[in-house]
């Protein structure tokens, strides 16, 4: 017995040729192009959504994280700000060589 793919293969050879017209109905190619872009059209946009809503959570995990890691510094922030830091020095003397 015959494998089934080779008899299909084997009538599609027997079955007569036709020959295609020459040029599609008139305005057929308005069409399909029109849904086409239509289509892409619609597709367009659900990319566009889907990129900013997972774009959006991963901010918001990135920023709560951030802030849970760095909760201690945030809270020694302000007796911070009250002593000097090491960049015034710097600071400091770029200013008084930029200056001469």
């Known amino acids: 017995m015959k494998d089934p793919i080779d008899r299909l293969l084997a009538t599609a050879a027997q079955a007569p040729q036709m020959q295609p017209d020459s040029e599609p109905p008139f305005g057929l190619e308005t069409r399909v192009i029109a849904a086409w872009r239509e289509r892409l059209a619609g597709k367009a946009n659900e990319g566009w959504r889907e990129f900013a809503a997972s ?14 890691l760095n909760f201690h510094a945030l809270q020694e922030l302000p007796k911070q700000a009250s002593q000097p830091s090491e960049f015034s020095v710097a600071e400091s003397t770029i200013r008084l060589a930029l200056n001469q």
């Open 55 to 68: 774009s959006a959570v991963i901010a918001a995990l990135v920023t709560i994280l951030s802030v849970v």
